[in-house]
């Protein structure tokens, strides 16, 4: 049974006034003035979307990064991040530790996982892959530009100590890029551009995500 959860998402602007009138009686020998007006450097509270620059509904403005990939972030409760989501993204039974988005064009692919073993698992991975051609420049990228299409050239100019390694099956490479507890692998499929931009506390991506 396919499950979707959506949030009606409530962006509150608001502006706060100040305002007062100060007066006392003079005395004797004191002059009644109005009080200066008091400078103000107040704006309107950004909504906690602008203020992340990202878009729930629009995974191509979220930012990859050690800590995961927009508001996918590791560590944090699977249930409740699928519940803040769109109900674009899809979860079911036969693959309940994944939850995952397609593109309107197809052109790339958005999944996050837990562990399989436990319902109450943190997510362990986040990961924007692209489909067959790769398409360069869609999908979420790192804060210096990174993600799919990128070319190898590309990522160790940002990272030049990115370790390389390969996919144990199949023909997959990968750089990867430590960041603390967790890395960002960007991989390769047989080409010189990135397929697929990784980010797990996991040793390492697995090869099928849901089997």
């Known amino acids: 049974m396919t499950r979707r959860r959506s949030i ?25 003035s109005d009080p200066a007006p008091m400078p103000t450097s107040e704006q309107p509270s950004p909504s906690p979307t602008s203020e992340a620059g990202v878009d729930p509904a629009d995974p191509s403005s979220w930012i990859v990064s050690g800590d995961g990939i927009g508001p ?11 519940a803040e989501l769109p109900d674009s993204w899809m979860n079911d039974d036969n693959c309940s530790w994944m939850a995952w988005w397609n593109s309107e064009d197809q052109s790339y692919l958005v999944n996050f996982l837990r562990e399989a073993e436990s319902d109450d698992a943190s997510i362990v991975l986040a990961s924007a892959s692209a489909a067959d051609p790769v398409e360069a420049g869609v999908g979420p990228r790192t804060e210096d530009g990174l993600g799919i299409g990128s ?18 099956i199949g023909d997959g490479t990968w750089l990867s890029v430590s960041s603390g507890e967790s890395t960002v692998f960007f991989e390769f499929y047989g080409g010189d551009q990135v397929n697929a ?3 797990t506390t996991l040793d390492q991506p697995p090869y099928e995500s849901c089997s």
């Open 197 to 199: 931009v990784t980010v």
């Open 72 to 82: 996918v972030q590791l560590g944090e409760d699977f249930d409740a991040t699928l």
């Open 151 to 168: 070319t190898r050239d590309e990522v160790l100019a940002q990272h030049p100590d990115a370790s390389e390694g390969e996919a144990p």
């Open 8 to 32: 009606a998402l409530t962006m509150v602007v608001g502006a706060l006034v100040l305002s007062g009138c100060a007066t006392a009686a003079p005395g004797p020998e004191s002059t009644a």
